[in-house]
């Protein structure tokens, strides 16, 4: 069984910054890429960020910039550094991992973190 959780989201005024952590647990052999989504109310789910495991990574044009995806590969964790946060902002966090344990290979979801960002 392999679980992703999500930690760090909350509340936060405008220009304001949040650290978002992903932690992958359980029966893992090895973990390729890491990444970050969002999805704000009435919306669809966004890419935000990538990191590989070689720490490669990839960003939405749209938030380069401020936004930065980090990975601790001793603790299983992807990081997601935002700063200047605007009300748009606002959704929940999703963090996602290619997993590979000892019978295959899978795509594992987090079960979200909520940000909110006042004006």
């Known amino acids: 069984q392999v679980q992703l959780v999500e930690s760090g989201g909350g509340l936060v005024q405008a220009g304001g910054s949040l650290r978002l952590s992903c932690a992958a647990s359980?029966?893992?052999?090895?973990?390729?890429?890491m990444g970050w989504y969002r999805q704000a109310p009435g919306k669809q789910r966004e890419f935000i960020a990538r990191?590989?495991?070689?720490?490669?990574?990839k960003y939405a044009d749209s938030l380069k910039g401020r936004f930065t995806i980090s990975r601790d590969g001793a603790k299983n964790t992807v990081y997601l550094q935002m700063n200047s946060l605007k009300p748009e902002d606002t959704a929940v966090y999703y963090c996602?991992?290619?997993?590979?344990?000892?019978?295959?290979?899978?795509?594992?979801w987090g079960q979200g973190t909520q940000v909110t960002v006042s004006s």
């Open positions: 359980g029966r893992i052999f090895s973990i390729n890429d």
């Open positions: 996602n991992a290619l997993i590979e344990s000892a019978v295959d290979e899978y795509v594992y």
């Open positions: 990191i590989t495991s070689g720490g490669s990574t």
